[in-house]
């Protein structure tokens, strides 16, 4: 049985740090492309970051230069270090897993964890 399991996530100040991890459990992570989502209040779930074995670690423009996603293959966890934090920077952040075999995406998510940047 698969399951992502969220920690680190809390409130912080504007300018502050947080480092998310995501330990994994029933799949190896560096056969699944790794991404953390994140989800505003009345927002759509974006992919914030995401890393894989074939196409490295990539970001989306919102926090490219602040937020670097790593993986610890030994313990089997992925994290996500945030630094200077905004206050957009809000929401529950999920951890997420996805794999394709040619035929269909096999996805699996996290229960999430709320991160909060006060200003």
């Known amino acids: 049985q698969v399951q992502l399991v969220e920690s680190g996530g809390g409130m912080v100040e504007s300018g502050g740090s947080l480092r998310l991890s995501c330990a994994a459990h029933?799949?190896?992570?560096t056969n699944w492309d790794m991404r953390w989502f994140r989800q505003a209040p009345g927002k759509e779930r974006e992919?914030?970051?995401?890393?894989?074995?074939?196409?490295?670690?990539d970001y989306t423009e919102a926090v490219r230069g602040r937020f670097t996603i790593s993986r610890d293959t030994v313990l089997n966890t992925v994290s996500l270090q945030m630094n200077s934090l905004k206050p957009e920077d809000t929401a529950v952040y999920y951890c997420?897993?996805?794999?394709?075999?040619?035929?269909?995406?096999?996805?699996?998510w996290g229960q999430g964890t709320q991160v909060t940047v006060s200003s």
């Open positions: 997420n897993a996805e794999s394709y075999n040619g035929m269909y995406t096999t996805h699996y």
């Open positions: 029933g799949l190896t992570i």
């Open positions: 992919l914030v970051a995401s890393i894989s074995t074939y196409r490295g670690a």
